[in-house]
């Protein structure tokens, strides 16, 4: 840091060897430096002069109404000395931010809420408040009817209903065991708006096969959210696995997969590996409604062909495969330089 001479004024002045600062402020802190010279040599003393003032702290704005999708700026302004931290909270959860200015780039449903700013030193704290409120032309997806599980015999047509609301106007698909459902000769999915904004939409499955049988949700979206419900449909019949597609994922990652049966009754459902019922390590989990999780997955070790059966009381069984690919991100290896 550049030294400076101290400035000698009517608040500053010096008596000998001592200096004087009247009235001492917040900017007369800092490094001071005291130097003796003679004709042999000299010799300097360093102190350090800290000035401390009672810290405040504001934010701008205190209040803000933002829509969803636009950016939102809150400034924590603050006075005093010393200040150590400065932190931010969240409706009383803490913040990974220490910056006076909190940005958010765009505005979701659960940035609402009130924002504190905290600047803190060893002797004392002080903290600010503001609230951000979302702006009313946008509504988030909500379903305000739906479906219920049911169970059945095969051979009479299903009818499934959604009911959802929101501003912009959402859109709604459907999924069974989590693959997009789409018209076919005995599947019809449609949708309309009634006079009071609500979006219907019904999935009609004509003489239904207990292969129909699964868990089948409703996905209401828009470009302000979304919101879903699910519900099984269980239909009387023997074992019978859906098939599986290809399913390719990066390693490090979270592998989370459930088999797609349909039957009823099912009595078991679990998981193998050339032969091997699952779990065989502590990376894997099976639940009983035929979701396998693995975790931190490795090409060496994970990437298999793994096999879900499925079991009735009677001792009928289905079986289905699916291979799972593992990723690797690529490595960079350092060459050797030759001179």
């Known amino acids: 840091m550049r030294k400076q001479a101290v ?3 009517d608040r500053v002045k010096q008596v000998s060897g001592t200096l004087i600062i009247k009235e001492a402020r917040v900017e007369d802190s800092g490094k001071y430096l005291c130097v003796v010279n003679n004709s042999v040599g000299g010799e300097s003393v360093e102190t350090v002069l800290t000035v ?20 939102a700026v809150f400034t924590c302004n603050f006075e005093g000395n010393p200040i150590k931290m400065i932190s931010w909270l969240k409706d009383g959860k803490s913040l990974s931010h220490e910056d006076s200015v909190l940005r958010i780039e765009s505005v979701k449903k659960e940035d609402k809420g009130m924002y ?22 946008f509504e988030p997806p909500q379903i305000r009817q739906a479906f219920k599980e049911e169970t059945l015999q095969p051979g009479p047509s299903v009818f499934l209903k959604c009911i959802a609301l929101g501003n912009p106007t959402p859109e709604i698909t459907w999924e069974l065991d ?34 129909d049988g699964g868990l089948y949700k409703c996905i209401a979206s828009s470009k302000v ?31 989370i997969v459930t088999c797609p049966v349909a039957g009823y009754p099912i009595e078991t459902i679990v998981w193998e590996r050339d032969g091997r019922v699952l779990p065989i ?40 495969t699916l291979e799972v690919q593992v990723m690797e991100m690529p490595h960079i290896t350092a060459f050797d330089h030759l001179i």
């Open 225 to 255: 959210g979304s919101v879903e419900h699910a519900a099984k449909l269980n239909v009387f019949g023997l074992p019978f696995i859906r098939p599986m597609e290809k399913k390719a994922i990066v390693a490090g990652e979270t592998l």
């Open 7 to 9: 400035t000698l004024d």
């Open 52 to 71: 401390t003032a009672p810290l405040a702290a504001n934010i701008e704005p205190t209040t803000q109404t933002v829509d969803f999708g636009r950016p």
């Open 178 to 211: 989590g693959k997009k459902l789409s018209n076919s000769d005995r599947l019809q999915v449609g949708q309309y708006v009634t006079v009071n904004g609500d979006v219907v939409s019904h999935l009609n499955i004509s003489s239904i096969h207990t292969n």
């Open 116 to 137: 504190q700013c905290f600047i803190r030193n060893d002797q004392e704290n002080a903290q600010a408040s503001a609230e951000l409120k979302l702006g009313g032309r």
């Open 281 to 320: 390590n502590r990376k894997q989990k099976v639940f009983p409604n035929g979701t396998l999780i693995i975790e931190n997955v490795e090409r060496l070790s994970d990437q298999a062909t793994y096999t879900c059966v499925a079991r009735n009381a009677q001792g009928y069984s289905a079986r289905g």
